[in-house]
């Protein structure tokens, strides 16, 4: 059996229901690419946490004035 995936359990999605891409298909509401929203449920548990991470800072930066 594979106990890892008892360990690891899938990360939930940052999708906040506003979805909205702007001119670089990133969506307005969760800060993930389109190619990131697509494949989220194929990724495995640390590539979910590195799109988190990197649309963190997306949408982190798209608040600086």
């Known amino acids: 059996a594979d106990q890892g995936a008892s360990k690891n359990p899938a990360v939930g999605s940052p999708c906040v229901r506003n979805?909205?891409?702007d001119n670089a298909d990133i969506c307005l509401g969760c800060g993930r690419s389109l190619?990131?929203?697509?494949?989220w449920r194929g990724f495995d548990?640390?590539?979910q946490k590195a799109v988190l991470q990197r649309s963190q800072e997306r949408q982190s930066?798209?608040?600086q004035p």
Request: aromatic share 0%; glycine share 8%.
């Open 35 to 39: 190619d990131e929203i697509v494949g």
């Open 19 to 21: 979805c909205c891409l």
């Open 61 to 63: 930066q798209r608040k």
């Open 45 to 47: 548990v640390e590539t």
